[in-house]
């Protein structure tokens, strides 16, 4: 596609429920990246994925909180048990090259999180 | 770790007005610097970034930031700005060697007609 793609845009969950939020990356690209972003914050970096391998997962507030790429392109982020402190916006970005560094990421548009 | 501040996170400023955000850092070792920008109902995107050279880099739209390393900073200027500046704009630095880009909280950028 010509962007990254997620999905939903919004998703509003009860507390206790799980969600599965979607990131389309760009094709052929290599890195895949999580971030969430509360209000009135910068995003803060979730996880880290080269191809299908998950390289960094420092980021991931607690165990409730699981990703994969089993296939090297999708990716999805679930999040168990939904607290109200898990609502934000959950940004995926993707860059074309693995290995150290980050070069320029592109940014999906978001999935915007509430729970009540 | 490395952690960003950009302070004044709310800025309100007319069309040809000089624009200059403040972004330091915290980090001793080698770090890759980025701005980025959302502008309203957009997905953020990349401004400029510094990687080694000329610490002043030119990005897109006349944007202008200058890494003076003595002081940890990374300022965004803009000469003049116009109206389709509005945005937030977000500075970003990655230690070398480590895939984790450290977001500052942001700086609301209103230019007014």
């Known amino acids: 596609g010509a962007g990254v793609s997620q999905s939903p845009r919004y998703k509003v969950a009860k507390r206790g429920q799980d969600v599965a939020l979607r990131c389309d990356p760009i094709?052929?690209?290599?890195?895949l990246f999580w971030y969430q972003q509360a209000l009135g914050q910068g995003p803060e970096f979730l996880t880290y994925f080269q191809n299908e391998a998950q390289l960094d997962k420092s980021g991931l507030p607690s165990d409730r909180f699981f990703a994969e790429r089993p296939e090297g392109s999708v990716s999805t982020l679930k999040i168990q048990r939904t607290q109200q402190e898990d609502s934000a916006v959950y940004l995926c970005a993707s860059s074309l090259r693995g290995g150290a560094g980050v070069e320029k990421l592109f940014f999906g548009s978001g999935t915007q999180l509430s729970v009540l | 770790a490395q952690s960003v501040s950009q302070h004044n996170h709310h800025v309100i400023l007319s069309e040809a007005a000089s624009l200059e955000l403040g972004c330091n850092y915290s980090y001793g070792g080698t770090v890759n610097l980025f701005w980025y920008v959302q502008y309203p109902g957009q997905h953020l995107q990349l401004l400029l970034k510094?990687?080694?050279?000329?610490?002043l880099v030119k990005g897109i739209k006349g944007f202008e930031a200058e890494f003076i390393k003595s002081k940890f900073s990374f300022n965004l200027r803009k000469p003049s700005v116009q109206w389709s500046d509005t945005a937030e704009y977000f500075c970003?630095?990655?230690?070398?060697?480590?895939?984790?880009?450290?977001f500052g909280k942001g700086n609301q950028v209103v230019v007014i007609p």
């Open positions: 510094y990687f080694s050279g000329d610490p």
């Open positions: 970003a630095v990655n230690a070398k060697g480590n895939n984790r880009l450290a």
């Open positions: 094709s052929g690209h290599v890195s």
